[in-house]
C-alpha cells in the first residue's frame, strides 16, 4: 500500500491472493526504487530470504489459511476476462 499509493478500500475491493502472489513475484525480480536505495545505503537491516523453497512454501501456506476461512484463491469470472 505504502509503496503503490493505493488506499486500505482500494485494497479491499481489489487485492486479491492471487495478485498479491504475483505482485511478490514481480517485486523479488524488480524490487521498489525506496527498498533499492535502502539498502544501497545500508539502511536495511531486515534480513530478506532469496530462498525460493521457502517462498513457495510459505505462499502455499498462506492460500492454504485463506481456503481455511472460507476465501477463494480463485480469480473471480469478470477478471478472468481481463487480459
Given at each position: 500500500?505504502?509503496c503503490?499509493?493505493?488506499?486500505w478500500?482500494?485494497?479491499?475491493?481489489?487485492?486479491?491472493?492471487?495478485r498479491?502472489?504475483?505482485?511478490?513475484?514481480y517485486?523479488?525480480?524488480?524490487?521498489?526504487?525506496h527498498?533499492?536505495?535502502?539498502?544501497?545505503?545500508?539502511l536495511?537491516?531486515?534480513?530478506?530470504?532469496?530462498?525460493?523453497?521457502?517462498?513457495?512454501?510459505?505462499?502455499?501456506?498462506?492460500?492454504?489459511?485463506a481456503?481455511?476461512?472460507g476465501?477463494?484463491?480463485?480469480?473471480?469470472?469478470?477478471?478472468?476476462?481481463?487480459?
Amino acid at each position: 500500500m505504502t509503496c503503490m499509493g493505493w488506499t486500505w478500500e482500494y485494497v479491499d475491493d481489489y487485492m486479491t491472493l492471487p495478485r498479491l502472489n504475483q505482485l511478490a513475484k514481480y517485486w523479488k525480480e524488480n524490487p521498489p526504487l525506496h527498498l533499492m536505495v535502502a539498502q544501497y545505503l545500508g539502511l536495511s537491516n531486515k534480513a530478506v530470504s532469496n530462498d525460493e523453497d521457502a517462498q513457495e512454501k510459505n505462499s502455499k501456506e498462506l492460500f492454504g489459511l485463506a481456503s481455511e476461512i472460507g476465501l477463494s484463491s480463485e480469480k473471480p469470472e469478470w477478471l478472468k476476462t481481463i487480459a
